[in-house]
């Protein structure tokens, strides 16, 4: 069976799609987008992540044939009869499009054979067909990856940096010296249009409390030492959903402090008590005060109860919907 990923090919990062491939049965081949190969390559199946990204341009001509193509695209997927398996990794897009964007993502998701969400508490239509396979967990991958000490007071963010994710409201928040924080690491690469008022925003707060940045991609090896050298992870979203993060934290063994949603109390209900900080309303310095007295109050002996999100059983079921969906 030929699945046609519509993401990158996996790389020397942490990606979603390593779970799904990489212990995928004998049976499952995979390959990987460009315009050209889902447009006049063969495949069995195709399966989409964050569709919107494949037809968002800031150059005007660049995102008209982007559209252009992504119109062919579903013209040929109804023509020929292609299974389309859709993951749902966010209730609605964390930047809205334009008008034509939601037409076109509205098209899509009428031709989608099987949906697939990751909790849950991810909406389902009534006509939708939809499979729960839970995030995977990164402890195989992170087992033979040095670790570092916990630094006592450290918070670390750490990810892709986007407004939704609220780096410049925790930014403030610290400057204020909420008790039982003594250092904010950042570790991500922002978004273009956040560049400048983000590196203002470190500036301009470090000059109040100790900030550091690594505003990058990094490799598994350093993310995993910037991980395990937080006592624990801050993650201020505006919307929480679905987080790799918050995964590749509980991994290797640090708590997370998080925005309350449905997500985040049943994933704190999953691994155990004392991992997963939930906080209500907006981050003030009182309230990260307090989430760092709750999170020390537990002692957290035992690891993370991630049990059910071995990558064998997720490449597995996501096979299992590949057939279901070719069928």
């Known amino acids: 069976m030929r699945v046609l990923e519509a993401v ?4 020397d990062t942490l990606k979603f799609i390593n779970q799904i491939v990489d212990f995928a049965p004998e049976s499952v081949s995979f ?3 460009s315009w050209r190969r889902v447009l006049l390559s063969s495949y069995d199946v195709i399966h989409f992540h964050w569709p919107e990204h494949l037809i968002r341009d800031v150059r005007p001509i660049r995102r008209f044939v982007k559209r252009s193509l992504f119109r062919i695209l579903l013209a040929r997927l109804r023509l020929q009869r292609l ?3 859709r993951t ?6 964390h930047t809205p499009g334009d008008q034509e964007e939601e037409r076109l993502l509205a098209a899509l998701d009428r031709q989608v054979t099987e949906h697939v969400v990751l909790n849950e508490c991810t ?29 006592p007071g450290r918070l670390l963010f750490l990810g892709r940096i986007e407004p939704y994710k609220g780096l410049l409201e925790l930014i403030d928040t610290v400057t204020y010296r909420p008790a039982g924080v003594n250092e904010l690491r950042i570790v991500g690469k922002p978004v273009p249009d956040l560049v400048a008022s983000l590196s203002e925003a470190i500036d301009r707060g470090a000059e109040a409390f100790p ?3 690594r505003l990058t991609y990094v490799t598994d090896t350093d993310m995993v030492k910037e991980v395990t050298a937080a006592e624990a992870l801050v993650l201020p979203y505006r919307e929480m959903h679905n987080s790799g993060v918050m995964l590749v934290a509980l991994s290797l063994a640090r708590p997370v402090i998080v925005p309350r949603s449905c997500t985040t109390t049943m994933l704190a209900e999953e691994v155990g008590a004392g991992w997963v900080i939930e906080y209500d309303g907006p981050l003030t310095d009182q309230v990260l005060a307090d989430a760092m007295d709750d999170l020390r109050s ?4 035992i690891d993370p109860v991630l049990d059910t999100r071995d990558w064998l059983h997720v490449a597995n079921a996501y096979a299992a919907v590949f057939t279901s969906a070719l069928r």
């Open 211 to 213: 900030i550091s940045a």
């Open 31 to 33: 390959s990987f987008f």
């Open 123 to 151: 909406p389902r239509g009534s006509d939708q067909r939809a499979t729960l396979i839970r995030h995977a967990h990164y402890r195989d991958r992170f087992e033979a990856e040095p670790r570092e000490e916990s630094i």
């Open 88 to 93: 749902v990794h966010n209730v609605s897009p």
């Open 298 to 301: 537990h002692d957290r002996a």
């Open 8 to 11: 990158e090919a996996p790389g």
């Open 83 to 85: 299974p389309v398996v």
